[in-house]
């Protein structure tokens, strides 16, 4: 990608990714409490769901603290609903939403923002359509330059890795990047290691959880092994980072905790 602001490609390859703990399984639930918790069980490093303040009246000035207070760091956050296919009033509806996302992670101290492409549907991503994402993109990044984006495969258009990469290739700017998830890909039967070697130099986050069955669970559980993911994109120097998410319907702080020591051992082998 062109620009000056430096990307996670062009970061060291001696830098070791980090992993963060997900809020999203958390996102309703007091905010200050779920901080206190994942203090106690070692979960530091966090990627903050903005649910609670998209949704609800948390301020990010109360959250900073509370976080302060439990020595926990935000590295990333992630955005609630939007949708850049839209155009007209719909879309400057978006960019009010956004602005408002992007100054409660500045305020979090969190350097990037997790968003989705939008909700087009695959038969309705036509070349109108593409022309249309691309450029609400660029003004995103033009509007906010010292925030990195990256973009989730999500659902519709976005569960095709050929769509983000056309659509990443074409914005080319330094400040938005795939958040990669293979289990969404998994989900409706894309493998992910064919989407990682369409998307693999875009990636700049990447989220673990499970697979059991069709229903989500813990990472390091179910039917799909994303060991080989990790491994090729450490491999091949990857320095982004990984949050480790649960959105299944057993206790949400067990299963977290499960997963998240898995991908720290994991990561800590692989590194060894």
Same mark, same amino acid.
């Given at each position: 990608?062109?620009?000056?602001?430096?990307?996670?490609?062009?970061?060291?390859?001696?830098?070791?990714?980090?992993?963060?703990?997900?809020?999203?399984?958390?996102?309703?639930?007091?905010?200050?409490?779920?901080?206190?918790?994942?203090?106690?069980?070692?979960?530091?490093?966090?990627?903050?769901?903005?649910?609670?303040?998209?949704?609800?009246?948390?301020?990010?000035?109360?959250?900073?603290?509370?976080?302060?207070?439990?020595?926990?760091?935000?590295?990333?956050?992630?955005?609630?609903?939007?949708?850049?296919?839209?155009?007209?009033?719909?879309?400057?509806?978006?960019?009010?939403?956004?602005?408002?996302?992007?100054?409660?992670?500045?305020?979090?101290?969190?350097?990037?923002?997790?968003?989705?492409? =939008?909700?087009?549907?695959?038969? #309705?991503?036509? @070349?109108?359509?593409? %022309?249309? +994402?691309? &450029?609400?993109? !660029?003004?995103?990044?033009?509007?906010?330059?010292?925030?990195?984006?990256?973009?989730?495969?999500?659902? =519709?258009?976005?569960?095709?890795? #050929?769509?983000? @990469?056309?659509?990443? %290739?074409? +914005?080319? &700017?330094?400040? !938005?990047?795939?958040?990669?998830?293979?289990?969404?890909?998994?989900?409706?039967?894309?493998?992910?290691? =064919?989407?990682?070697?369409?998307?693999?130099?875009?990636?700049?986050?990447?989220?673990?959880?499970?697979?059991?069955?069709?229903?989500?669970?813990?990472?390091?559980?179910?039917?799909?092994?994303?060991?080989?993911?990790?491994?090729?994109?450490?491999?091949?120097?990857?320095?982004?980072?990984?949050?480790?998410?649960?959105?299944?319907?057993?206790?949400?702080?067990?299963?977290?905790?499960?997963?998240?020591?898995?991908?720290?051992?994991?990561?800590?082998?692989?590194?060894?």
């Amino acid at each position: 990608m062109s620009g000056t602001t430096p990307g996670p490609r062009q970061a060291s390859a001696s830098i070791r990714p980090r992993v963060f703990a997900s809020t999203t399984g958390h996102k309703r639930e007091p905010l200050a409490a779920t901080m206190a918790v994942f203090a106690r069980l070692g979960l530091r490093d966090l990627d903050l769901n903005l649910h609670p303040f998209v949704e609800g009246e948390l301020t990010a000035g109360a959250a900073a603290e509370a976080a302060a207070a439990h020595g926990l760091r935000i590295w990333a956050a992630s955005g609630g609903w939007c949708d850049f296919f839209q155009t007209g009033p719909e879309i400057d509806s978006t960019f009010t939403s956004i602005a408002k996302q992007v100054n409660i992670a500045v305020r979090l101290g969190a350097p990037q923002l997790r968003l989705f492409f =939008g909700r087009r549907s695959f038969f #309705e991503y036509t @070349r109108a359509a593409h %022309e249309t +994402v691309c &450029r609400n993109l !660029v003004r995103l990044s033009k509007m906010h330059p010292d925030l990195m984006f990256v973009f989730e495969n999500h659902d =519709g258009a976005s569960l095709h890795p #050929e769509v983000c @990469r056309e659509i990443l %290739e074409r +914005v080319d &700017r330094p400040n !938005v990047w795939m958040n990669f998830d293979p289990i969404n890909f998994a989900k409706v039967h894309v493998d992910p290691m =064919g989407a990682l070697e369409v998307l693999q130099p875009y990636v700049a986050h990447v989220h673990l959880k499970g697979l059991d069955q069709g229903k989500f669970c813990e990472f390091g559980s179910g039917q799909v092994d994303l060991t080989p993911i990790i491994e090729r994109l450490i491999d091949a120097g990857y320095p982004g980072s990984f949050s480790v998410e649960y959105e299944g319907t057993d206790d949400p702080t067990t299963r977290l905790f499960e997963g998240y020591t898995r991908a720290k051992s994991l990561l800590a082998k692989l590194d060894s």
